[in-house]
């Protein structure tokens, strides 16, 4: 009996970060603090220009360095060692924090070769963010404090609002630049827009932007409407037009047959729970699908990392990127406040805390199946069939 699932492959996103974004909305003054004079860096001549990202993908790798990086580290905080990243499941920690922690399962390596927290950018001194407030500044001063899209997404009626500058937030691994869009004088917001500028996925830094449509009404968890993926390569910009990505739910069946003999221990065998000792996972996962573009999108045989305490229920397999198609992660995106079920996820990043804008598929198991018993059944298929 080899375990199916139901599977929503959308052109890009779906899952949860909807309902932070919503909730930020909600709480956005309706008008936004006085504006300041027009950035040099946007487009000149205008009362709000249609704006483009792709100039700033520059920005990203420092971005990235003056990030919230430890678990020392907090918005205001940064600690005073050198940084390690696992290269796997990409979780960071601070030399000083790494000392404490086990971390045999990871494969950290230094951030920034040459040492210190900041690398090579502590040595710049252009004051041009060597610091994380210093950061902060100048993406303020390079980001307009009005914008509109390039141009309006494609059949989705969304991008032609005026989106207003609400905050800027140094997060984990990124700094984030959220705009929001009202709907008139003192209405309700009807889109934001978080934009991203840091680490992506598994591989190098560039800008995520994810739209949020709140003008349906809805509340609670919304899925991206729209993404825009910027690649940061040598430290320049491109003048390319923006190229975003509208958010398209689609349906497909796909199946899940583990590699036979190949198991190794559950996340609950590996906690010691006495009820749970024999239990064990797949190794291998070959994804299949009778859908032609699901399984372009996520078929193919997946392997289970050893990254224990950064994933949730240690589960986290990875495709390698081969003959053109990227490397998929397949991992178990928790419901954040614990009041719905978790979810298997296929995403082009290893980790859920990237948020939706990464996730390429969400698998919808049957009713009462919860995705640690649908793991195990897994598992057992490895081992009873072939
Ligand atoms: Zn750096
Ligand atoms: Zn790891
Ligand atoms: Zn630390």
Known sequence: PHA???????????????????????????????????PAAAPSGAEHKRFSFGPFVGLAGRAQCCSVLCTCESSGDVSQHGILRCSCC??????????????????????HPEGGRFGADAAAGDGDGATPEEFEGSLRRAM????????????????????????????????????????????????TLSVAFGRMGAAGVGI??????????????????ARLVLRGGGGGGTSNADEWE??????????????????????RSEMGLLDFKEEVVANKIHVG??????????????????????????ALWKREAAGGSEAMWL?????????????????????????????????RLRPNQPVLEWLHALGQAALTDG
Do not use: W
Not at 9 to 15: F, L, P, S, T, V
Not at 21 to 28: N, Y
Not at 294 to 310: D, H, I, K
Not at 340 to 363: C, K, W
């Open 4 to 38: 199916a699932a139901a599977a929503a492959a959308a052109a890009a996103a779906k899952d949860e970060v909807g309902e932070s974004s919503a909730e930020e909305a909600e709480a956005a003054p309706p008008h936004p603090p006085s504006a300041a004079p027009e």
């Open 331 to 363: 991992f178990v995106n928790p419901d954040v406040d614990r009041t719905g079920p978790d979810h298997l996820v296929f995403g082009t990043t290893p980790t859920y805390r990237d948020g939706r804008a990464f996730h390429v598929a969400e698998l």
């Open 208 to 225: 995520t932007a994810t739209l949020y449509d709140l003008s349906g009404g809805k509340r609670g968890l919304l899925p991206p409407a």
């Open 144 to 191: 307009p404090d009005a914008l509109q899209l390039e141009e309006p997404l494609a059949g989705s009626g969304i991008g032609t609002e005026l989106f207003r500058l609400l905050r800027v937030d140094r997060d984990r691994d990124a700094v984030r630049i959220k705009y929001v869009s009202h709907g008139g004088e003192g209405a309700a917001p009807v889109a």
């Open 246 to 267: 509208v958010c398209e739910e689609r349906a497909a069946t796909l199946s899940f047959e583990p590699e036979h003999g190949d198991v190794s221990s559950s996340y």
């Open 90 to 111: 990409q979780a960071t920690l601070c030399g000083m924090c790494a000392a404490h922690v086990q971390l045999e399962s990871h494969t950290m390596l230094p951030l």
């Open 289 to 314: 699908s009778s859908d032609t573009q699901a399984a372009s999108l996520v078929g193919g045989t997946y392997v289970r990392q050893r990254c224990r305490g950064t994933t949730v229920f240690g």
